[in-house]
């Protein structure tokens, strides 16, 4: 038989070979690995978070993967961001990043956005994908990423990574009983500005063990993929804590507030 032989669900002899070990998962076999074949996703920031993100779900056969970021590789990035060698010095993050990725996979379309994704392109980008994964790390970003997905009803999985830490949250911005990142973390009235200079904080001024950043990516690209094959719990509602240094993982509710200002109404 042909290598390029297209099989039932349009996949051919070396498709079946390459994602076998995930076509032998029952909850995924055949259909579900066309899900991801099909599935569009957007991941803005390809960092320490985003570079385990894309490589992962570039591996798994993502059809469709959008970065976007603005950022030029530096040295310091090294330490963490996989995605990145001593080659990527100086290039594009979306460039060099897209370079591994179709490396990996070459059946795979990415697109590369080589800006700050905000505003309206950002509502652009976010009405024609599955998923969206923030790995950014400004709360800033993250709140209009988080309005966006509330917006267009689409699910958004969101990590952070600081020190020796990190979380993971899945926000479903369809569904009306599911709060939004900005119920669990925008600033209600009266609150302090050092509670919101404490969410601010990133690794750039507090530092972050390299491969933290891999765990919670690693964690991300898992819940886009339980997403779109729609099997498993995920993480909506629920947040995600881990430790590092006491090796301690955590789960906490994350309740809705009726009064939220982005979702309280129209989520
Ligand atoms: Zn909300």
Redesign the pocket.
């Known amino acids: 038989m042909a290598l390029d032989k297209r099989m039932p669900g349009d996949m051919s002899d070396n498709d079946l070979l390459r994602y076998s070990r995930h076509i032998m998962l029952p909850e995924i076999d055949f259909e579900g690995q066309q899900k991801l074949l099909t599935a569009k996703i957007l991941i803005i920031g390809v960092g320490g978070l985003g570079s385990p993100v894309a490589l992962y779900l570039a591996a798994s056969g993502i059809g469709e993967i959008i970065i976007a970021d603005h950022d030029k590789v530096e040295l310091n990035n090294l330490q963490r961001q996989i995605a990145y060698d001593e080659e990527s010095l100086g290039q594009s993050k979306v460039a060099s990043c897209a370079d591994k990725m179709e490396k990996i996979n070459s059946k795979i379309k990415v697109v590369q956005l080589d800006e700050k994704l905000t505003g309206q392109q950002l509502l652009s980008q976010v009405e024609v994908v599955d998923v969206v994964v923030d790995c950014t790390d400004n709360l800033t970003t993250r709140f209009e990423i988080n309005q966006a997905c509330?917006t267009h009803k689409k699910h958004l999985v969101s990590a952070a990574a600081i020190r020796w830490e990190g979380q993971i949250s899945v926000y479903h911005c369809g569904d009306q009983n599911s709060?939004?990142y900005?119920?669990c973390y925008?600033m209600r009235e009266g609150s302090r500005e050092d509670s919101r200079e404490e969410l601010n904080q990133n690794c750039s001024n507090n530092g972050v063990l390299s491969p933290v950043v891999g765990v919670m990516g690693s964690l991300q690209a898992i819940e886009v993929i339980k997403l779109i094959i729609d099997k498993g719990d995920s993480l909506i509602g629920r947040v995600l804590l881990f430790d590092a240094l006491s090796m301690q993982w955590e789960t906490m509710q994350l309740p809705?507030?009726p009064d939220?200002s982005?979702?309280?109404r129209s989520?």
């Open positions: 509330v709060p939004c900005h119920c925008g809705k507030n939220c982005v979702c309280g989520c």
